[in-house]
Structures are given as structure tokens and as C-alpha cells.
């Protein structure tokens, strides 16, 4: 019972089985379609989500949606105001139950993804500053392609490569400025500083000494992720509210005023204002836009684009009419996590309530879809009551879809590990564990195939093994509470797991950056084994990204990468030597300033590790 993924944060989701006749395949090129269609209206297997008959019935929906959502303000009418939904007052958290025998569900080792990144899923890759394929490495830097020969000595730069608008904008979670490498190709994803548009560039590398841009297109849409299946890219675009000349109002008589030319202002809209689109016209077509029948969830469209770099001109999309960057991919499957809208507006010229202030709705749907080649199908849909903080919270083996989710206003004031399983087209839930952290924060999970790890934070850092070997009876095994918290877990083999993540003192003051080993032989009993800690004030990188993690089975070491400063930043190579029950730390100092971020340890075929820095590319001595 072995781990068959990378990374962790706060984790996964599902492998569900697409029922004979259930659902339709979508995914098909160019813009949609003004005329109406040839066949009766298509409806999706379930009802959560239908799809238009007409292009007019698609924009009526928007439409009418947007009404509901635009006041004298404009959309939301006000201040944006954000809550904390899993926070809540201090409280202990439960305990294992009492004499659980001892658990004989166990981890395994993983490596990173044979790009160089240090994966969610394997066999999915993701998009990253450096790829690497046997003896070539590349590297993106302030829009220069850079081509490395690794096979000697040391680095030798093969080309560099010009690409206009192949940057980020700095945004957490911003895939601009990153590539994938298939076959020969690279694909390459940049974002306007605005976030509104994303540039796609496909790149020969078949002559590394001399790379070709073969295709660039750039797509009125904000990339919030982007997937390697095989030789397939699949880029997820998010469309939010259009950017609309609202008018303000300066008294109670312009407060109606203002309303009604806003309203008008939305009754004006067009496809191309909610859809994305190349050159003004939209990229995906009416008809593959599914439309969520929850009015509620957040108004917009995510899209997924994909391609084979090979013929990168001939794209198919499909599209779920609502805004949301919480996504997941497994290795057949597209799931998306969509929710409401956090902020609301009071039209207080007759002091009605036009939206939802503050929390967001007590529900999450999810939609699922599977992958085949370049299209996809929809085959089921469900939702669980509670949030899902971001892609990590999900994961999918064996046909269940596993979620851990934090309180909402339909929860108690805890966090849950759910499992839902597809039955026709609904997912339904199969199993649940409930009091994890009782007002805590999830800080990360780690998915394996039979087992959840779960660590949550408020003053202590409980960490939750729980037994997901039967879906319909997911049972806790045992909980370690220790202080700080870990906010990557990594596997070291089949009965080690290394946190990183942050010290903290026992009143839950955090103070710096740590490194814990953990033995999870017996997972009634999981212990705690050694600890290092940094310097006060500083950060563990694969806390926010575990990219800038590696592990080194062979070599029983751990790399990963630890700065200190908000400004005058100095960052780290902390290399974790690993002897059973004990680790020893060496700091190698190797970069400044904001390129800290962008600091990468790939491990080479050789059996080299190349160190990325701001400026160079060199290989890295694991011994002092």
C-alpha cells in the first residue's frame, strides 16, 4: 500500500468511473456558434450542470446572474471584506480513540517527477522556472528560454532564447513565467502584470543550439494552472467579473441612478466580456460551456484549454460557467472546486440585502470530469458541507474521491476528512471523519493510497493519521500534538515522514522556520524524532511551494530551501542528512533578494543535482 504521488500542502482528490452512457465529450475548437444548433439542446447526465441550447441562452445566464450581483457600486457595490473561515475560538482537539490496534497501512518512498518538480500527482506534471530531460535543462528567467548541456563537468549554456511576454506578475500561485517540456517542445505561459491575459509560446528545442518559436497565442484569461498529461497541455484559464465603466453615486437620488445605468451596463455585455478569448473572439463554443444550476456560486468561467505542443495551433476547451482557481488533476480526471463569492453589497436606498456579506456559502460543489486525450467528458457532481482551501485538498484513488475540508457556516467549528464515491452522476458521500483540530487551521495533508496525514494549527501542531483503507469507514488510528506546525510532509521511505514548516512556542507564537522527522511505523502511536530548527524569523520555501523541495532516496538527504528577511532576503540550500532516527543540517548560502523564490534542486539522471539560482546554473556538492 504505497504512495503513488508528490507534494503535499494541503492536499488532493478522485478517481471516478464514468458510467456507460453518462454524460457527453466535449472539446472542440474555434468560437461559438451565433446560429442555433443543429440538434436539440444537449443536457448534461446530471442536473447540477446543463448545458445552453443557443448562445443567446448562454449570455441570458450570465446576464441574468450578474443582475443579482451588481449594485450602485458596481459589482459588490463595496468594500471587499474577507473572513477567516476556519478560524474560531480556542478550544482542545479529540483524541485517538483508546486501544486501536496497531496500523498496518504504511507510506512509501517518492521522487520527484522525472521533469526535475517536485509533483502533486505522479504522472502529472507541472509547470515550473526549470525542466529537465536527460543531459538538457532549461530555464525561464525574465522572459529568456535558457538551454544547459548537463552532462559534463559542469553546466554548459546551449542557447538562450527570447520570449516577449513570458512572464509572471508575481501573484501567489501565478504559473506565468514557467514552462513544460514534452518531446522536444517546450510550452511556455506568461501573464500581463494586470493578470487579465495569459501568453501561451510553443518552442523547438529539436537543435537545443538553436530553439524556434513555432506558435504564440495569448488568451484574454488569467492562467491559474498548468498540466502535463503524456503529450497533452492543459492550461486552466479563469474569467472573472467584466471590467465594466460602472458609475458611483454622490447622494441618495444618484444611489438609483447609479443602479439602473450599471444594470444596463451588464444587460449590454457580451460573450467575449465573460468568456476567454483570442483576438476578441471566444475560444470555447456555446455549447461546451456548462452552466451550474447553484446561482449562488461565484459568477465567471473557468476553462480548461488543451493542446499537443506538436500541432499546438489545434486546441479544444471546455468550460464551467464560474470563477474559481481551485482545480485538481489526477491522472484522468479534472475536478473543480466551486464556491461563492465572498463579499456582498446592501442596497441601502431600501436597505435590501443584494448579496451575502462575509462567509462564504456552507457548501462546496464539485465537479467532475474525465481526460481523454485532448477532450473531456463530465461524469459526475456533488458537494460537501465545509471549505476546500486549494488543490491539496483533494485527491482521488480507486474510484474515491477523498477531500479534507475546514469549517463553514453548515460545519461545526472543526476540520473533516471526507469520501465520496460516483454513483451515476452524483457523487455521494461515502465516508467521513469529523473533529479534526477543533478550531484549527489546516496547515497540510499528505494523500497516500489507504492513509491521510493531517496537521492542524492554532497553538499546538496535532498531526491526524487517518485509515482511508475502507472509503465507507474512514477511521482516525492516532494524533501526535507537538508545537509549531508542519506545512509540507514529505515521505522518507515507508515509515518516515519530514514536515517542514514553522517552530512555534506552546501560546502558538511562531519562530522561525523547522525541519521535523516523524515515525510513523505504528500509526496509533506517530512520534516525533528529531526536530531542526532555523534561525528566529525564518521561512521554510516548501511551505508555500513545495517545488523548492527535493528528495534524495539514494542518498538518504533531504534538500530544501530556507530564507530569512522580507527585505535583504538571504536564502538557503539546507541539506538534511537523514540517519534513521536523527537528521544533520548544513546551510549553504546561495541567493538574495526576490530570485530566493525562484532557487530549484534538480536531481539529473547523471545522479548529479543542478542548482538553479537567480543568475547561474551549477551543480550542487551534497557533501561540505
Known sequence: MGLRRIGTSVAAVTSLVAAAGVGYVVGTSGGPDDGPPSSPPIALANADLTTPATCEDLLDSYVDRALEQVGPYGWGGGPIVTFDAQAGSEASSPSAASGAERSTVTTSRTESNESGTNVQELGVDESDVVKVSGSLLLRLRDGELVAYDVSGERPTELSSTRIDDARGNGWPGDPGGELVLVDGRAVVLGTSEDGLESTITTVDLADPTSPSIVATTTVRGRASAVRLHGDVVRVVLQNGLPELDFSYPDSRFGELTSRMRNRALVRKTTLADWLPTVDGDPIVDCADVSIPDDEEIGLGTTTVLAFDPAVPTERTSIAVATDSDTSYFSTDRFYLAAGSAAWGWTDCW??????????????????????????????????????????????????????????????????????????????????????????????????????????????????????????????????????????????????????????????????????????????????????????????????????????????????????????????????LSLDDARMTNRMVEVEHGTDVADVRLVPLASGKVALVTGEDVSFFALAG
Open 350 to 575: 431600501d436597505c435590501r440585502m443584494g448579496g451575502t456579506l462575509g462567509m462564504p456559502d456552507g457548501t462546496t460543489p464539485i465537479f467532475a470530469f474525465t481526460l481523454d486525450g485532448t477532450d473531456a467528458t463530465y461524469v459526475a457532481s456533488g458537494e460537501v458541507e465545509g471549505t476546500i482551501a486549494d488543490r491539496w485538498s483533494m485527491d482521488a484513488v480507486g474510484g474515491s474521491l477523498r477531500v479534507a475540508v475546514g469549517p463553514s457556516s453548515e460545519t461545526g467549528n472543526f476540520n473533516s476528512v471526507i469520501t465520496l464515491r460516483e454513483d451515476g452522476a452524483k457523487l455521494l458521500e461515502d465516508g467521513r471523519v469529523d473533529d479534526l483540530g477543533v478550531d484549527e487551521q489546516i496547515k497540510s495533508v499528505r494523500w497516500f493510497d489507504d492513509l491521510a496525514i493531517v496537521v492542524t494549527f492554532r497553538q499546538t501542531d496535532p498531526l491526524y493519521a487517518i485509515d482511508l483503507t475502507n472509503p465507507a469507514d474512514p477511521r482516525l488510528l492516532g494524533e501526535l500534538k507537538i508545537p509549531g506546525f508542519s506545512e509540507y510532509l514529505h515521505p522518507l521511505g515507508e515509515h518516515r515522514l519530514i514536515g517542514m514548516g514553522q517552530d512555534a512556542t506552546t501560546d502558538g507564537m511562531t519562530q522561525g522556520a523547522q525541519a521535523a522527522l516523524f515515525d510513523v511505523t505504528d500509526l496509533t502511536n506517530p512520534r516525533q524524532l528529531d526536530v531542526v530548527r532555523y534561525a528566529k524569523g525564518s521561512v521554510a520555501g516548501a511551505g508555500a511551494d513545495p517545488r523548492q523541495f527535493t528528495w534524495l532516496p539514494e542518498q538518504r538527504v533531504a534538500l530544501t530551501v530556507v530564507s530569512q528577511g522580507w527585505t535583504g532576503t538571504t536564502g538557503w540550500v539546507s541539506v
